[in-house]
């Protein structure tokens, strides 16, 4: 199975930008599609945006334009930049990676998003 470890998030201001990145090991990487999905206090945990290893992304309706999802198959990695970041885009933010095997789920850690003036 894999195991992801996430890196990136912090504290920035409204309009500002951030770039959390997660590596996988464990499996062969081009088995899953990857993924970040972010969970606010109180509320469920939501998808953000997600990409297939043959490059298909998409996205949550609230951060089109404003985040973009990439991943390096050579590296075993995939990144989310966030820009433009509003004060609801506050969250903790989860990598993902789904199997297309078994559609089984694995998580990172979780890293704390906080846009805040």
Not at 42 to 60: C, D, F, I, P, W
Not at 86 to 113: F, H, I, M
């Amino acid at each position: 199975q894999v195991q992801l470890v996430e890196s990136g998030g912090g504290l920035v201001q409204p309009g500002g930008s951030l770039r959390l990145s997660c590596a996988a090991s464990g499996d062969n990487f081009s088995f899953y599609v990857m993924g970040w999905y972010r969970q606010a206090p109180g509320k469920q945990r939501e998808l953000v945006a997600r990409q297939t290893s043959g490059g298909s992304r998409n996205y949550a309706d609230s951060v089109k334009g404003r985040f973009t999802i990439s991943r390096d198959n050579a590296k075993n990695t995939v990144s989310l930049r966030m820009d433009t970041l509003k004060p609801e885009d506050t969250a903790v933010y989860y990598c993902n990676a789904e199997s297309v095997r078994t559609r089984l789920n694995y998580w990172g850690q979780g890293t704390q998003v906080t846009v805040s003036s």
